[in-house]
């Protein structure tokens, strides 16, 4: 049993070769309870498109955790919102937005950027 009182799933468990594959059980999971710390344990630490430990992030609002994976994407875990996928494209322009943020803060304003001029 795990720390939660749940008990491991019987019979032949899925193959997880995809990053949505990974997200859908992870969700899967979550839906029956399991809690962050039992899926990392479980299962995310022991995975092998995982590319090292989960990362806090943060903005103004909220807290999450980000699971690397070696296709570039991450895994995305928030308490009250479950688990999500993130792009390689999401996170360059999540990046592009913070460098620009921090670019414009100590200069005069900065022309504002549309996604499309990110491709």
């Given at each position: 049993m795990s720390e939660r009182g749940l008990?491991?799933?019987a019979?032949?468990?899925p193959r997880l070769e995809?990053?949505?594959?990974?997200?859908?059980?992870c969700v899967r999971?979550?839906?029956r309870g399991a809690d962050f710390a039992a899926i990392w344990r479980d299962l995310l630490s022991?995975?092998?498109?995982?590319?090292g430990p989960a990362i806090e992030v943060s903005d103004a609002?909220?807290?999450w955790l980000e699971v690397p994976l070696s296709t570039g994407q991450r895994l995305a875990h928030r308490a009250d919102d479950?688990?999500?996928?993130?792009?390689r494209v999401a996170l360059a322009l999540r990046e592009r937005a913070k460098r620009d943020a921090d670019d414009s803060s100590g200069s005069a304003a900065q022309p504002r950027?549309?996604?499309?001029q990110f491709w």
């Open positions: 008990k491991p799933a019979g032949p468990q995809t990053p949505v594959e990974l997200l859908a059980e999971r979550a839906s022991l995975h092998p498109l995982v590319d609002a909220r807290t479950g688990f999500r996928l993130l792009s950027r549309t996604a499309s």
